[in-house]
């Protein structure tokens, strides 16, 4: 009988890919989109995502249908990318959700097919508001980032452009 030795780590990684790209296969066309292939820089946040899950501890990194976004978020017309890793299951273990909330990344189009990552923080939520040119998201918040206690609460607002920003408590 024939013996090969496996890589723990290496196996970990590779079905922590595995499971974001069959997951993403699946929510992909759920969520009524018209390309099952998302950008590499989109799958490269996902795969860091399912590598933080796997290096906690856990076996399994899925995500739910909504976890990934495409809409022009800068009124420039190409398909900009949000991620909400809110709507993720690292288990078992801690999982990727803090009180301060979860990660939220957002991904902006840039030309020649490349995307700046504009946000990537925790938010304990967020709302998109309809509108022409930059669109205005309002990030539900820790309350540390207002000055104030965790539970109070914390909104801030953003137009979305290519200017990368953060929320500084």
């Known amino acids: 009988m024939r013996r090969t030795h496996v890589d723990a780590g290496r196996f970990r990684r590779a079905a922590a890919t595995l499971a974001v790209v069959l997951a993403l296969a699946g929510c992909w066309d759920a969520a ?32 739910e249908p909504m976890a990934v976004i495409r809409r022009d978020l800068n009124g420039d ?21 803090t009180t301060a909330g979860s990660i939220l990344i957002i991904l902006v189009a840039r030309p020649r097919g490349h995307f700046v990552r504009v946000f990537r923080g925790p938010v304990r939520g967020y709302e ?11 990030f539900q918040l820790h309350g540390a980032y207002c000055g104030k206690v965790g539970n109070d609460r914390c909104v801030k607002v953003r137009h979305i452009t290519e200017t990368p920003f953060r929320f500084v408590d």
């Open 77 to 97: 017309g190409r398909d900009d990318y949000i991620i909400d890793l809110h709507q993720a299951t690292c288990e078992p273990g801690p999982g990727l959700s």
């Open 32 to 63: 009524g989109a018209a390309e099952a292939e998302l950008p590499r820089d989109v799958l490269d946040e996902l795969g860091a995502a399912a590598r933080t899950c796997i290096a906690s501890g856990a076996t399994t990194f899925a995500i």
């Open 128 to 138: 998109i508001e309809d509108g022409n040119g930059p669109l205005t998201i309002r």
